[in-house]
């Protein structure tokens, strides 16, 4: 996994929750920082996807490693 | 981006299943950068009290699932016994807690601190003298003609 600027463990949360809390975070920096998500809601997988898409923020990395789901966004 | 993007919702439902999916879908849109407002009426309401006290009841419901699969051999009519509602929404919240899914409380403050416009219906409130100063702080109060200056302009508009 590259490098990265922050972190957000949202593990054990639900949808909408991982997404909000990513958007939250991601409005507290710079553009161009990266921030990595961690996440156990299978859904987010698609939703980080569709929310990079929407909010021209780049969905650089994900993937899956024991039950966890990982991301990697670059603020616009 | 879709910063332009506008979506209203008009929140008829006061039950604690129904109050979700307002909130979820508001707070989301407002995350994706959609301008939102949701239009609060008749027993929809009741999702602005400070306090709120929703519940679900599997009375009349019979796509709710019940635990022990009651739902498949329970008499329809014991639903309507005394404190199965209550019951029942307990058992709900603590489902719910377990899953990682938000209370009503933190998706309605998300959505407010999302900018999310939460218009009551003002003769909804005089039908039923509700009591505005039980209502969450920030509500604007409107009509059918103050939904329609903003739902007018929408790219998406839904009826819950």
């Given amino acids: 996994m590259a490098d990265f600027d922050q972190e957000l463990d949202a593990s054990g949360l639900n949808c909408p929750l991982p997404i909000l809390r990513a958007k939250k975070t991601l409005s507290g920096m710079e553009s161009g920082k990266i921030l990595h998500v961690i996440a156990t809601d299978p859904g987010s997988v698609k939703d980080f996807e569709a929310f990079a898409k929407q909010t021209g923020n780049e969905l650089m990395e994900s993937s899956e490693q024991g039950g966890k789901f990982q991301f990697l966004i670059k603020k616009a | ?160």
């Fill in chain 2, 1 to 160: 981006m879709s910063a332009e993007k506008k979506l209203a919702i008009i929140a008829t439902k006061g039950s604690l299943d129904w109050a979700y999916p307002p909130f979820i879908l508001a707070s989301t849109a407002a995350a994706l950068g959609y301008e939102t407002q949701i239009f609060f009426t008749f027993y929809g309401l009741q999702l602005l009290r400070k306090r709120l006290s929703l519940e679900v009841t599997p009375l009349g419901n019979p796509g709710m699932p019940m635990p022990m699969a009651m739902d498949k051999w329970f008499p329809v009519l014991l639903t309507a016994l005394p404190g199965m509602q209550s019951m029942m929404t307990t058992m709900m919240k603590k489902k719910m807690k377990a899953k990682g899914v938000a209370s009503i409380e933190e998706l309605r403050s998300l959505c407010q601190e999302a900018d999310v416009k939460l218009i009551a219906c003002q003769m909804t409130v005089d039908l039923f003298d509700m009591d505005t100063s039980e209502f969450i702080d920030g509500v604007e109060y409107g009509g059918a003609a103050t939904f329609f200056e903003f739902a007018g302009e929408t790219d998406i508009c839904l009826y819950i």
